[in-house]
């Protein structure tokens, strides 16, 4: 077990913590585990570099080891080594979307050791739009690999007590920069010269990636949930962001929808089932004589996108059997809200 340090860091202006950064620094060059706050949710950074280090990263959430992890960099200057080449329209997303939540996938350079790319030949690489983040890698001289700060198959962490639930007596240190400002993670697009896949939807939206390049299309498995579509992204295939609780995701006419889960509710009451619905604020007075988390309007995705990992982490604080949730348009960021919400609920849709 490790005495997991706690620390907050002023998200704002984090050189008031530069005792704080520097500690996390000193862990990362000593191949430790550094939880860090970025924009999309927290992540679990080691040296990219270093093959000890980053093994420690798959231990600690209990990853699949042939699921690869994103590279973090401070500057775009610092792609260079770590790729074989960046094709133009690479480079066109570069200056259109970093700092910020674009994870792009390019042939990997020998300097990134194969457990850092899973195995593969390419490997996925961002600027994070958090000065935090920024300023740790910054700090460290190197790149972080960083995936999501939860333990494999939980909700992604979007504030520091996630990580510290998850993963304490598992890593050195956990950076609190207070709530992560989209609560989803990253948009994963893989460049090849000539088109750009979409592997996992984020707040980079499909259509602001057609307003800058061309040739972008989303990958099959994330449209259509079908077993013989294998992901291209590893990561997309395992179970993920799920509760405890059984997740059902009702789709459909909202009225029906709310009828539907009612009825459930009432079920589960009588045959004293621990349920709860996740309800929009156009319909949670519906449910007034049943358990009821919000999850915003739904008018602003935005703001379920934020609350949604959080909400999910909700559910097992209140130690939830069956979690009803109602369904979102798959339009703009409800693309990357449905995809979670579909992974966590295992597929489970019911259609009203
Ligand atoms: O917003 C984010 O992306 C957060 C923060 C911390 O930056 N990170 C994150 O990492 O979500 P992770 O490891 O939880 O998710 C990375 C996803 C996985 O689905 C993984 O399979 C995919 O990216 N990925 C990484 N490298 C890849 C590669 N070379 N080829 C295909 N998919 C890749
Ligand atoms: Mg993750």
């Given at each position: 077990?490790?005495?997991?340090?706690?620390?907050?860091?002023?998200?704002?202006?984090?050189?008031?913590?530069?005792?704080?950064?520097?500690?996390?620094?000193?862990?990362?060059?000593n191949n430790g585990?550094?939880?860090?706050?970025?924009?999309?949710?927290?992540?679990?950074?080691?040296?990219a570099l270093e093959?000890?280090?980053?093994?420690?990263?798959?231990?600690?959430?209990?990853?699949?080891?042939?699921?690869?992890?994103?590279?973090?960099?401070?500057?775009?200057?610092?792609?260079?080594?770590?790729?074989?080449?960046?094709?133009?329209?690479?480079?066109?997303?570069?200056?259109?979307?970093?700092?910020?939540?674009?994870?792009?996938?390019?042939?990997?350079?020998?300097?990134?050791?194969?457990?850092?790319?899973?195995?593969?030949?390419?490997?996925?690489?961002?600027?994070?739009?958090?000065?935090?983040?920024?300023?740790?890698?910054?700090?460290?001289?190197?790149?972080?690999?960083?995936?999501?700060?939860?333990?494999?198959?939980?909700?992604?962490?979007?504030?520091?007590?996630?990580?510290?639930?998850?993963?304490?007596?598992?890593?050195?240190?956990?950076?609190?920069?207070?709530?992560?400002?989209?609560?989803?993670?990253?948009?994963?697009?893989?460049?090849?010269?000539?088109?750009?896949?979409?592997?996992?939807?984020?707040?980079?939206?499909?259509?602001?990636?057609?307003?800058?390049?061309?040739?972008?299309?989303?990958?099959?498995?994330?449209?259509?949930?079908?077993?013989?579509?294998?992901?291209?992204?590893?990561?997309?295939?395992?179970?993920h962001y799920a509760?405890?609780?059984?997740?059902?995701?009702?789709?459909?006419?909202?009225?029906?929808?709310?009828?539907?889960?009612?009825?459930?509710?009432?079920?589960?009451?009588?045959?004293?089932?621990?349920?709860?619905?996740?309800?929009?604020?156009?319909?949670?007075?519906?449910?007034?004589?049943?358990?009821?988390?919000?999850?915003?309007?739904?008018?602003?995705?935005?703001?379920?996108?934020?609350?949604?990992?959080?909400?999910?982490?909700?559910?097992?604080?209140?130690?939830?059997?069956?979690?009803?949730?109602?369904?979102?348009?798959?339009?703009?960021?409800?693309?990357?809200?449905?995809?979670?919400?579909?992974?966590?609920?295992?597929?489970?849709?019911?259609?009203?």
């Amino acid at each position: 077990m490790l005495d997991t340090i706690f620390e907050k860091v002023d998200n704002l202006n984090p050189n008031n913590d530069i005792v704080a950064l520097k500690k996390a620094a000193n862990i990362l060059k000593n191949n430790g585990l550094v939880a860090f706050p970025t924009e999309t949710v927290y992540g679990l950074g080691a040296n990219a570099l270093e093959e000890e280090a980053v093994k420690k990263i798959y231990i600690a959430k209990g990853r699949p080891s042939d699921n690869p992890l994103i590279v973090h960099i401070a500057d775009k200057k610092d792609i260079y080594p770590l790729v074989d080449s960046v094709p133009k329209n690479a480079l066109i997303l570069m200056e259109k979307f970093w700092p910020g939540a674009l994870t792009i996938i390019l042939k990997k350079s020998s300097i990134i050791p194969k457990t850092t790319s899973g195995g593969l030949d390419t490997v996925a690489v961002r600027i994070p739009n958090n000065k935090i983040a920024l300023s740790l890698i910054k700090e460290c001289g190197f790149p972080l690999a960083a995936p999501s700060a939860n333990t494999s198959t939980k909700p992604s962490p979007t504030i520091a007590s996630h990580v510290y639930n998850d993963l304490k007596g598992k890593i050195d240190m956990v950076i609190d920069g207070g709530s992560c400002d989209f609560g989803i993670e990253s948009t994963v697009v893989e460049v090849c010269e000539n088109n750009i896949t979409i592997l996992r939807p984020g707040s980079i939206t499909k259509e602001m990636l057609d307003n800058v390049v061309d040739n972008v299309t989303i990958d099959k498995s994330i449209l259509n949930y079908n077993t013989n579509i294998l992901a291209k992204s590893p990561g997309m295939k395992y179970k993920h962001y799920a509760p405890l609780g059984d997740i059902f995701i009702i789709d459909g006419n909202i009225d029906n929808i709310v009828s539907y889960i009612s009825n459930c509710l009432e079920n589960d009451k009588k045959n004293n089932i621990k349920s709860i619905v996740i309800a929009s604020d156009e319909t949670i007075n519906n449910y007034s004589s049943f358990d009821t988390l919000s999850i915003g309007s739904r008018k602003n995705l935005e703001l379920i996108a934020k609350n949604l990992f959080k909400t999910l982490r909700e559910c097992d604080n209140l130690n939830i059997n069956k979690i009803y949730i109602e369904s979102f348009l798959e339009e703009g960021i409800g693309l990357a809200v449905m995809n979670r919400l579909k992974k966590a609920a295992n597929y489970k849709i019911i259609r009203v």
